[in-house]
Structure formats: structure tokens, C-alpha cells
């Protein structure tokens, strides 16, 4: 299922409820270092409540009900850099792993740009896991209800926080991926805006480094800052050819078990 929300009637600093209203956010702190900021009482505040977001886990709901488990899984996409490739691949595993675990499945793939935020945060509400490209729409976890699975896809070379920081402290069942290189795609970027010499020879290393290790190890680390802006930038251009039979099964394995706990 793809799923098409609505184009958002409202401005960006709104949140359009059910009753036709919006809520504003008078602000919202974070922080740059673990735990970013996040504590209990975010998870309370009136903006949450008037938009009618749950943090009860929907696990235990569904339990409580004493009907089979349904594993809801929705994949963030994005158009451009960092996009999620090999979609379809990806559905096969996930049906395949759910079919041998006697696991029910449920499959979306939810683009958010332009939706309204209520719209975004119920599709949230309504996931189990969460599978998705790094990047500023994975602000979204805050909707998860507890022990959702949250599955954050990173380009090679590169990997940053907040993220695993808001699933830490929003108690998820959080991992990490990382795509393939885009070789091309990073030297075209560096080209254009010169990249120093010596960040595209250690990204060469880096991509031998992973072609021979069996864990695809390599050592890069384009977000540190010891790098410019730029080969940051370059790291995050490409699009993310990911291990999807990894992906899946740490989806199934995961949810799987929260269903059973």
C-alpha cells in the first residue's frame, strides 16, 4: 500500500486537529548531545494531547483485545538524496520473514512532505515499525508509541545523531543500517564544490575497506569535524541502495517478539 496524505491546510507552526483547529508549538527545545533534551514530561505536554497523540503501547492494547497480531509497517520515503531504493524488495522480504514467523503483515510506504503534521503523527500512532532514511523527518519518532521498532537507514560514510537519541528516550526498539556507496554521486558532489583532495582519497580507502571486510567496515566518518561542511553535505547526496534482507528481518524478528511479549 502506498498511502497519499493530504496536502497540509495548515501553516508549518500549526497543528490541525480533528476539530478543525490548530495548535501552536510556543517552542521546542533539543539539544546538540545525548539524551537530546527529551524527558518524560515532552511526552505530556498540551500540544500531545491536543492533537490526541497515545504513548500506550499498542502492543498491549492489541494484546488486551486477545486478537492475533497485525505487524504494521511503515516505510518513510523521500524523493531526491537519500532516497530508500530496492521498495519492492524489500515488501517481498518482509511478507516472506512475517509468512514463516505466522506473523500478519501490514505494508505502507508514506511520503510527509507537504501533509498535514496530525496526519503524519497518526500514521505513526498506527505503526508498529518504522523504516527510514536518515534525516529530519525521522523528528517523527515522537509519535511512536512505546517499543515501536524505529529502523534508520544511513548513506555510507556517514552517520549523525539526534535520532537514536529521541528513540532512547522515547523507549523504542531502535537499529541502524548503512547503505552502499554511491561513488559516483559523492565525487560529481565533491567535484562541484571541492572537496579537499585527501576527504575524497580517505572516502576511496574507505569504499576498498568495506568491499573487503566481511562486515563492511570501513572507518569513515564524514560527519565529524574534522571534514568540511561540504563532504558532509556530498555524504548525504546519495541515494540508499541498503541490505534488505538485514532490514527485514530485524523488522519481523523484533516486532515479532513484541507481539509475543
Known amino acids: 500500500e502506498v498511502l497519499a496524505l493530504p496536502a497540509s491546510e495548515h501553516p508549518p507552526s500549526t497543528l490541525g486537529n480533528p476539530t478543525g483547529t490548530g495548535v501552536c508549538f510556543r517552542s521546542f527545545v533539543t539539544t546538540n548531545a545525548p539524551p537530546y533534551g527529551f524527558n518524560s514530561p515532552l511526552l505530556h505536554n498540551p500540544v500531545l494531547t491536543a492533537a490526541r497523540v497515545s504513548h500506550v503501547d499498542r502492543f498491549a492494547l492489541a494484546r488486551a483485545r486477545g486478537g492475533p497480531c497485525t505487524l504494521r509497517v511503515t516505510v518513510l520515503d523521500r524523493r531526491g538524496p537519500r532516497a530508500l531504493l530496492g521498495l519492492p524488495a524489500l515488501r517481498s522480504a518482509l511478507r516472506a520473514r512475517a509468512a514463516a514467523a505466522g506473523v500478519r503483515l501490514a505494508y505502507r510506504v508514506v511520503a510527509f512532505e507537504g501533509a498535514p503534521l496530525c496526519a503524519q503523527a497518526a500514521v505513526m500512532q498506527t505503526s508498529d515499525v518504522v523504516i527510514s ?59 562541484r564544490t571541492k572537496v579537499a583532495p585527501e576527504t575524497v582519497a580517505e572516502w576511496d580507502a574507505a569504499v576498498a575497506a568495506a568491499a573487503r571486510a566481511p562486515s563492511g567496515g570501513h572507518g569513515l566518518r564524514l560527519e565529524d569535524g574534522r571534514y568540511s561542511t561540504t563532504a558532509r553535505v556530498c555524504a548525504r547526496m546519495q541515494e540508499l541502495a541498503f541490505d534488505v534482507e538485514a532490514v527485514a528481518a530485524t523488522a519481523v524478528e523484533r516486532g515479532a517478539l513484541q507481539c509475543a511479549k
Not at 537519541?165 to 565533491?190: I, N
Open 133 to 191: 532514511a536518515h534525516g529530519a523527518g525521522n523528528t517523527n519518532y515522537i509519535f511512536l508509541r512505546p517499543r515501536s521498532v524505529a529502523l534508520e537507514v544511513f548513506p555510507f560514510g556517514y552517520r549523525a545523531g539526534p535520532f537514536d537519541g529521541f528513540a532512547r528516550a522515547l523507549s523504542l526498539d531502535y537499529a541502524e543500517f548503512y547503505a552502499a556507496p554511491q561513488t559516483r554521486v559523492f565525487r560529481e558532489c565533491a567535484r
